[in-house]
């Protein structure tokens, strides 16, 4: 820019470019492209809103999503150690049948042999 500039051209510049803002101001692009932006900045806040209200449903301590899959994962663990549990429960019990027929049986063959000593025993103290 010169610095030689008049003060009447200085205005006279000024008072042109204030024209030109003028005239860009009320074109209709311009209003449009102003209710755009304004419509944005509205919709922000709305989307900052909506997101703080998300932020609370998911991060309530109390009742929000992420407590609700903690305890879920929580029963399902418990329900999971309860099954092994079972589980382990189940094959003690079925290891204590096996075990209970294998003393049966050795118990019965024990106590028919006993007998069968007993009654060759009495067979021989009778036939002599």
């Known amino acids: 820019m010169e610095e030689n500039k008049s003060n009447q051209e200085i205005v006279k510049e000024l008072l042109a470019a204030f024209t030109s803002l003028k005239s860009k101001m009320e074109d209709p692009n311009y209003i449009g492209l102003e209710n755009s932006i304004n ?28 407590v609700e899959i903690r305890k879920n994962t929580d029963f399902r663990q418990d ?23 294998g003393f049966v049986k050795i118990f019965w063959t024990v106590f028919t042999t006993a007998v069968g000593v007993i009654a060759f025993m009495l067979t021989n103290m009778i036939g002599n």
């Open 79 to 101: 329900w999971e150690k309860k099954q092994r549990d079972l589980e382990k429960l189940q094959e003690e019990h079925n290891d204590l049948l096996s075990w209970k027929r």
């Open 39 to 66: 419509q944005l900045i509205e919709n922000q806040k709305d989307m900052r809103e909506d997101l703080s209200d998300l932020k609370k449903n998911l991060l309530n301590p109390y009742d929000g999503a992420i």
